[in-house]
Structures are given as structure tokens and as C-alpha cells.
Nanobody, 122 residues
Framework: VQLQASGGGLVQAGGSLRLSCAAS????????VGWFRRAPGKEREFVAT????????NYADSVKGRFTISRDNVKITVYLQMNSLNPEDTAVYYCAADYQRSSWPDQVYVYWGQGTLVTVSS
């Protein structure tokens, strides 16, 4: 499975961005997908995840109510809609995927895409 994240950019505080994670491979509909981010000087942190069917989602407390994760298994793409962005959301965002495990939403992911940079100016 190969993942390609895109959609990052520079946005003012209060603005919105939509990130996309395009996948290759015919097993995508069996995979759970997560978004993570790493801010400058900080550890990578979990942002959101969606189960294989799209019927269940889980979010970090810091983004609940502002970010929405969704998936289109026909287009084999997962999206992260980010609203009400603030400077603390500035980070490189990564998507990750793996076969859904019993430990979801806290599972480990094997497949990782390259990051896309989101910069929120104040």
C-alpha cells in the first residue's frame, strides 16, 4: 500500500483546509486509516482515524468539533477536513494505514505516506 498525502498550505487562523490521502492497492477498503501530525520541536501525535467501512471515527481531543475525517472507498482516498484552524495546528500532517486490528482506534499503522505541511498564521 502506498499513500500520498496532499492539500497542505498556508492559511490564516480561523480558516479551513482539506487534506487528502490517496492510496494505491486493491485492499484499501479493508484498511483503517489515521492522520497524525508533528509540530516543530514536538513528538508526533494522533489526530484522527476512521475504520475500514467509514462507519466509525475517533479524534484527538484537541481537534474534536473542528476536524472531520472521511473516506471514499471508490476513489480510495481519505480526507481530513480542518476548520477553525489555529496556529497550534501548524505541523506536518501524515496519513497512515493498516488492516484494522482489534486494538483500533489505538492500533499501530504499518503504511505511512509522506507528510504535507500545514501552516496557520495568526
Amino acid at each position: 500500500v502506498q499513500l500520498q498525502a496532499s492539500g497542505g498550505g498556508l492559511v490564516q487562523a480561523g480558516g479551513s483546509l482539506r487534506l487528502s490521502c490517496a492510496a494505491s492497492g486493491r485492499t484499501f477498503s479493508s484498511l483503517a486509516v489515521g492522520w497524525f501530525r508533528r509540530a516543530p520541536g514536538k513528538e508526533r501525535e494522533f489526530v484522527a482515524t476512521i475504520n475500514w467501512s467509514g462507519g466509525s471515527r475517533n479524534y484527538a481531543d484537541s481537534v474534536k468539533g473542528r476536524f472531520t475525517i472521511s473516506r471514499d472507498n471508490v476513489k480510495i482516498t481519505v480526507y481530513l477536513q480542518m476548520n477553525s484552524l489555529n496556529p497550534e495546528d501548524t505541523a506536518v500532517y501524515y496519513c497512515a494505514a493498516d488492516y484494522q486490528r482489534s486494538s483500533w482506534p489505538d492500533q499501530v499503522y504499518v503504511y505511512w505516506g509522506q507528510g504535507t505541511l500545514v501552516t496557520v498564521s495568526s
